[in-house]
């Protein structure tokens, strides 16, 4: 009789040729990565072929029972992932409990389940949050922790890194913050893994280079998906977004226009058109071999600098923060060195990827009881980071990408009585920063 067996993220199927699979002399047995288990299993089943299945090794584990209270739209998501057979991507705001759908996707699935995460503070944030729904200790593979339970969370690093180990011991695997597992090293988790229950959960299923077409295959298909607007007022607060204008003093001015002249001159002398990400991902590679490309792109970078970092944004930032005096603020910047201007000019604590976790995490409690009603950050708290309730939010400078602006948005959507949340964006007028901000805004 065949014997199904997993090897170091790979199914085993011995003689027998099932879909995906390749012969492996040193082994004498056909070979498919973990992900094409439940194919293998259909297969052998429609076929008639007799085998015994050894792939899974669930740890022991109590029935799953959660104590939480779901919202309509949580209970709607986990309803369309059931009905796509317990595989699939759901999309829903920042802020809106994501971490509630995959408490209840274990629960209906009543298995050993790994919950992937992509920082150590998420890994914290969902051991916590797990195991005062179910009352039980819940392992932890990151930060230098190797503890495994019937629900374990792991970054995406450890996850990769221990697959052989990890792969065929949870039926259920979580991948929160899914858009990163396109990437090149991460997708190689959802292949290595043989978990034939998957949940992706995110607040913006697409990426920039187009990656997230690979998710079906990775996770499943997009099964649901709610809109910031469509839930602001009811489940989010209302909110909404504006955008201030500055002129560039004149020497920043100068100094812009004549560094956009050498990278628009380039574009022109080369014929070349910037239409989309892929065009100018092409120029990226350019540069590597073209010295006169990686001077184009090195005076575009020097521009752009100089549009985000204005002196004339740090004058409206005060009349800003003045009007709005003890309001929750939080203050994002594409640079961490903006970030320590607006600390060190307005006295404002800040938080980077460089300030040390216990800083950070006093920075936070203090935000979060009062203390301080203002915090200025780069993108570190973009994604991975429960930040405390806050109602006014400004952008002084960040990418054109959709998934930060609906990130930075969503830290400011938690409902709280009547609030309305307010996202400023502030811009350099007559620059490239004006197309940078309409295109981000596409997101909301």
């Known amino acids: ?219 499943g298909p997009k099964v649901y998906e709610r809109k910031v607007k469509e839930m602001a007022g009811v489940h989010l607060a209302n909110f909404r977004i504006d955008r201030v204008h500055v002129d560039l003093p004149p020497t920043e001015a100068g100094e812009y226009l004549k560094a956009m002249g050498v990278y628009r001159g380039f574009l022109k002398r080369r014929k070349l058109r910037m239409r989309s990400p892929e065009d100018f991902k092409r120029l ?39 009007e709005n005096r003890g309001e929750r603020t939080l203050i994002f910047t594409h640079h961490n060195s903006l970030v320590y201007a607006i600390s060190s000019t307005f006295l404002i604590p800040a938080i980077t990827h460089e300030t040390p976790k216990d800083e950070r995490s006093r920075i936070l409690r203090k935000f979060r009881e009062g203390t301080y009603t203002v915090l200025v950050t780069s993108r570190v708290l973009d994604e991975g980071i429960d930040v405390p309730e806050a109602s006014l939010g400004i952008i002084l400078s960040g990418t054109g990408s959709k998934r930060e602006f609906v990130q930075r948005l969503g830290r400011l959507l938690r409902k709280s009585g009547k609030k309305e949340a307010r996202l400023i964006e502030i811009v350099s007028r007559l620059t490239d920063e004006s197309r940078i901000s309409s295109r981000r805004r596409r997101g909301v």
């Not at 920042?94 to 150590?120: D, F, H, R, Y």
């Not at 350019?286 to 184009?296: K, N, T, V």
């Not at 521009?303 to 009349?319: D, F, G, I, Q, Y």
Request: glycine share 6%.
């Open 1 to 219: 009789m065949l014997i199904l067996r997993y090897e170091k993220g790979t199914v085993l199927s011995g003689n027998v040729r099932v879909p995906h699979s390749s012969w492996d002399s040193s082994a004498k047995s056909h070979r498919s990565l973990a992900i094409r288990y439940p194919e293998i299993l259909r297969y052998l089943r429609e076929s008639g072929i007799q085998f015994e299945d050894r792939v899974l090794d669930p740890p022991h584990h109590p029935d799953f029972r959660a104590e939480v209270v779901p919202r309509s739209y949580q209970l709607e998501a986990l309803d369309s992932w059931l009905e796509s057979g317990m595989r699939g991507v759901v999309v829903l705001p920042t802020g809106s409990g994501k971490t509630i759908l995959g408490i209840l996707a274990i629960q209906e699935a009543n298995c050993p389940a790994i919950v992937v995460v992509p920082t150590i503070d998420l890994m914290d944030q969902w051991r916590i949050r797990l195991s005062s729904a179910f009352r039980m200790e819940v392992g932890a593979y990151g930060g230098g922790e190797s503890t495994l339970g019937p629900l374990t969370v792991a970054t995406y690093d450890t996850a990769y890194l221990r697959a052989e180990e990890l792969g065929n011991r949870f039926p259920l695997i979580i991948f929160d913050e899914v858009h990163h597992l396109p990437s090149a090293g991460y997708s190689q988790i959802a292949e290595l893994y043989a978990s034939p229950y998957r949940l992706g959960l995110t607040a913006t299923y697409e990426r920039e280079d187009g990656l997230h077409s690979r998710l079906p295959d990775l996770v």
């Open 284 to 322: 990226v590679i350019m540069s590597g071999r073209d010295p006169e490309a990686r001077q184009a792109l090195l005076a575009r970078m020097r521009a752009m600098e100089v549009a985000l970092n204005s002196k004339s944004k740090l004058e409206v930032l005060r009349r800003i923060l003045e």
